[in-house]
């Protein structure tokens, strides 16, 4: 891939993704005593996985939580979360170890995973849609598309996140839009595509929604799922109701046009909105009529000025939120830190208006609740809280290992607590997605890590150079 002078079929694309990971059997592993432990081995070619004697956090409060139990997966499903499971299968020692859901990021333009730290101390605008949407998007050729999604979603599956809404603002062409779903699937994260808009005359948002929804969505069981990053407009809208998908869209600022989607009666139960930072009233009262859902990025919303992110907003009036990161060209899309954030800016509002004597104050927020946000939420929003988003016997097993033998977090006194408020992504020791090991005492399984990282490094100066971006590593 040598810039813009290559014309890129969606055969080459494809090609080259496939290639990208069959090869790392044949190549040198992420960590190679990591990748040739025969208990890794074991793992891989399980039916039944036992998981003993972790700290479960199940997130389901019919289940409930234990300070010891074990989990049982079958055929990639939880079958058993008890103390004391006896079972024919491979076991897992989960001592000193938390397990929990895998975190569910709702808000994700992965795309921009060559993208990350472009935008040191930007803001929405004028930088953000100045370099980025305006400038840096236009320029992506398919397998820059490729690259830049496997590097967001592997990071996502390194940093405990095991699902996410990929609203993928970079259709320009069909092979675009390929390349970000062969990006996916290869991966291996539980996703949400959510087609979106692009640029140019070979743009074909959204009708090619039929056969997309054809070519890669034809099973729901598979990891990945459909849905429609819709702008606000009521053609728009009806192609997601043709097609019977959710929609996805950004709602913030202006509440009118949100109004009139409802007024025109297209919205639906699963529709997704997203920021929803200075909303009326009226809109939030929509919201709620018609069993919307909301994913909030306090992170970024507070970093680059969308405004006062909407945790209150939304808790006020009875609608439990999920959280994403956005992308990542001025933060992390670290779920310890968004939680965390979530956290402290609902307390330190709260305990303000306290402060000022304020009364009949709404409750603060607890460990457990912004935890259940990036889980239990997340797939509710995502619309996979049927498969996903707690440890209930018969959901799929997307399950985070998380250590506490650790300095920084031991001795462990609360499990919420720690996970929420002093973890972060180098506590994360195993993920299991689907009941698949995808990661495994710290490294990540079966990815040739070099060669995605020489893929991706390649990708980004090619980018840079057609789009004439100057990248300043130490400014």
């Given amino acids: 891939m040598r810039g813009s002078k290559i014309k890129t079929s969606r055969r080459r694309v494809l090609q080259a993704a496939g290639a990208l990971i069959a090869g790392a059997a044949a190549s040198q592993p992420l960590t190679a005593q990591a990748q040739t432990e025969p208990d890794l081995a074991r793992l891989q070619g399980a039916r039944r996985i036992l998981i003993k004697g972790g700290i479960v956090l199940t997130l389901d409060r019919q289940v409930g939580d234990f300070a010891q139990a ?32 895998g975190f569910v990021d709702t808000h994700s333009h992965s795309y921009q995973g060559l993208l990350r730290t472009t935008l040191p101390n930007g803001l929405v605008d004028p930088d953000y849609n100045r370099d980025v949407q305006n400038n840096l998007t236009l320029h992506y050729s398919p397998n820059d598309v490729y690259a830049g999604v496997l590097m967001t979603a592997l990071g996502f599956i390194e940093m405990g996140t095991t699902t996410i809404i990929d609203l993928s ?19 291996g994260i539980r996703a949400v595509y959510g087609y979106s808009r692009g640029g140019g005359p070979a743009m074909r948002w959204p009708q090619d929604l039929g056969r997309l929804q054809h070519d890669y969505f034809s099973s729901k069981d598979q990891l990945l799922t459909l849905a429609l990053g819709a702008s606000l407009d009521a053609n728009v809208l009806r192609v997601a109701r043709e097609a019977g998908v959710p929609a996805v869209m950004h709602f913030r600022v202006n509440p009118e046009p949100g109004l009139a989607l409802g007024r025109a009666g297209v919205l639906r ?17 929509m919201i709620k009529d018609i069993g919307g859902r909301i994913s909030m990025s306090p992170p970024l919303e507070m970093a ?37 954030t979530t956290f402290n800016l609902q307390r330190l509002r709260i305990l303000q208006r306290r402060r000022a004597n304020e009364p009949d104050l709404p409750p603060l927020l607890t460990c457990r609740d912004v935890l259940e946000f990036a889980t239990l939420q997340g797939a509710r ?3 996979v809280d049927h498969k996903v988003g707690t440890l209930t016997p018969g959901k799929e097993a997307d399950i985070l290992m998380l250590r506490t033998d650790r300095f920084d977090v031991w001795p462990l006194n609360n499990a919420p607590s720690v996970v929420a408020n002093l973890m972060n992504p180098s506590h994360v020791d195993a993920v299991f997605i689907a009941g698949k090991v995808k990661k495994w005492r710290g490294s990540l399984v079966g990815i040739d890590s070099a060669r995605v990282l020489r893929l991706a490094q390649e990708a980004r100066a090619a980018l840079m150079r057609r789009a004439n971006f100057a990248v300043d590593v130490v400014g």
Avoid: Y
């Fill in 70 to 101: 074990d989990v049982l997966i079958e055929d990639g499903k939880v079958r058993e979360v008890r103390p004391n499971i006896t079972a024919d299968a491979v076991i897992v020692d989960a001592g000193n170890r938390i397990l929990a859901p």
């Fill in 269 to 285: 139960e699963g529709d997704l909105f997203i920021h929803c930072t200075h909303l009326n009233e009226a809109a939030w009262q």
């Fill in 381 to 383: 929003c995502a619309n």
């Fill in 304 to 340: 680059m000025a969308h405004g006062m992110p909407a945790v209150q907003d939304a808790l006020d009036r009875g609608v439990r939120p999920s959280l994403s990161s956005d992308h990542g060209t001025t933060v992390a899309q670290d779920m310890f830190a968004i939680m965390r």
């Fill in 169 to 187: 603002q970079i259709s320009h062409t069909p092979e675009h839009s390929d390349a970000a779903i062969r990006a996916l699937q290869d991966a």
